[in-house]
T-cell receptor, first 115, second 111 residues
Framework: EAGVVQSPRYKIIEKKQPVAFWCNPI?????LYWYRQNLGQGPELLIR????????DSQLPKDRFSAERLKGVDSTLKIQPAELGDSAVYLC?????????????FGPGTRLTVL | AQRVTQPEKLLSVFKGAPVELKCNYS??????LFWYVQYSRQRLQLLLR??SRESIKGFTADLNKGETSFHLKKPFAQEEDSAMYYC?????????????FGAGTRLAVHP
């Protein structure tokens, strides 16, 4: 089992440029999460999908961030335009369902550096 | 507000010494607590959860609701335990749930 797949692993861009991250969850997992992890901090949830529906996007900065999960499988997180403060590791996770007993499995993350 | 506090950024011990990674939380309901671990160059993974009441890799953690703590313990540290450890709380809201992480503690076990 490959686990949660993310790409790219690293991305360096200049501020005001757009950037996109891609996530492929574990096969059969209905719930997908995007987290942001700032340096020296734990992950913070940005958005959670149940199948193709975004059920919790309260922490997503909607002025510049957008996400989609077409067909309820792969997901893309986009930032446009990027700011210096967006430098962080962006983690994708998935679980079978969004239930108490379900473990979240994390991907390797995408490290974004905004110059 | 829900919060998870890990007061130590770094815990440095020698091999064979006991280890205790501290975690305190604030939550008004009944929480579910977890410890996640991230070894060097590996992804974040679940170590243990309080409802399982199990020992994983020699680590245990007991939920103390009176002290609102969920400290991670191991009687004899090994070099391979060196990693980042994150305490997390699962909050159930509106029928769904989300994980709230602490800032993490780096455990360094020296030979």
């Amino acid at each position: 089992e490959a686990g949660v797949v993310q790409s790219p692993r690293y991305k360096i861009i200049e501020k005001k440029q757009p950037v996109a991250f891609w996530c492929n969850p574990i096969s059969g997992h209905n719930t997908l999460y995007w987290y942001r992890q700032n340096l020296g901090q734990g992950p913070e949830l940005l958005i959670r999908y149940e199948n193709e529906e975004a059920v919790d996007d309260s922490q997503l900065p909607k002025d510049r961030f957008s996400a989609e999960r077409l067909k309820g499988v792969d997901s893309t997180l986009k930032i446009q335009p990027a700011e210096l403060g967006d430098s962080a590791v962006y983690l994708c996770a998935s679980s079978h369902r969004d239930r108490v007993a379900d473990t979240q499995y994390f991907g390797p993350g995408t490290r974004l550096t905004v110059l | 507000a829900q919060r998870v506090t890990q007061p130590e950024k770094l815990l440095s011990v020698f091999k064979g010494a006991p280890v205790e990674l501290k975690c305190n939380y604030s939550y008004s309901g009944s929480p579910e607590l977890f410890w996640y671990v991230q070894y060097s160059r590996q992804r974040l993974q679940l170590l243990l959860r309080h409802i399982s009441r199990e020992s994983i890799k020699g680590f245990t953690a007991d939920l103390n609701k009176g002290e609102t703590s969920f400290h991670l313990k191991k009687p004899f540290a090994q070099e391979e335990d060196s990693a980042m450890y994150y305490c997390a709380l699962r909050r159930i809201s509106g029928g769904y749930n989300k994980l709230i992480f602490g800032a993490g503690t780096r455990l360094a076990v020296h030979p």
